[in-house]
């Protein structure tokens, strides 16, 4: 069983910044991917970015440039650095990971809320 456990959200004015965590229940090394999801009331959960077991990023193009997300292997944790936050980037924000099994685990979220 994997457990990811996320914190880090929070309140912060536009222009500000937040770090998201994602710890995991086991070694990240076992990851075929581990990323950062967002679901917006009224809309779809969508892919924010995410880190391939390789090292390769993918962003979504609305946080190209202002989030990185990056991984501690020693840790098991994924972070989220989100710098020059916008209120449409209010959101739950979920933690994912697939195995190279291809089963697929989120964690609890987190909430996120730019006030403008």
């Known amino acids: 069983q994997v457990q990811l456990v996320e914190s880090g959200g929070g309140l912060v004015q536009a222009g500000g910044s937040l770090r998201l965590s994602c710890a995991a229940s086991?070694?990240?090394?076992?990851?075929?991917?581990m990323g950062w999801y967002r679901q917006a009331p009224g809309k779809q959960r969508e892919l924010v970015a995410r880190?391939?077991?390789?090292?390769?990023?993918d962003y979504a193009d609305s946080v190209k440039g202002r989030f990185t997300i990056s991984r501690d292997n020693v840790q098991n944790t994924v972070y989220l650095q989100m710098n020059s936050l916008k209120p449409e980037d209010t959101a739950l924000y979920y933690c994912?990971?697939?195995?190279?099994?291809?089963?697929?685990?989120w964690g609890q979220g987190t909430q996120v809320t730019v006030s403008s």
């Open positions: 994912n990971a697939v195995l190279y099994s291809f089963s697929n685990h």
């Open positions: 086991r070694s990240i090394d076992s990851f075929r991917t």
């Open positions: 880190i391939i077991s390789g090292g390769s990023t």
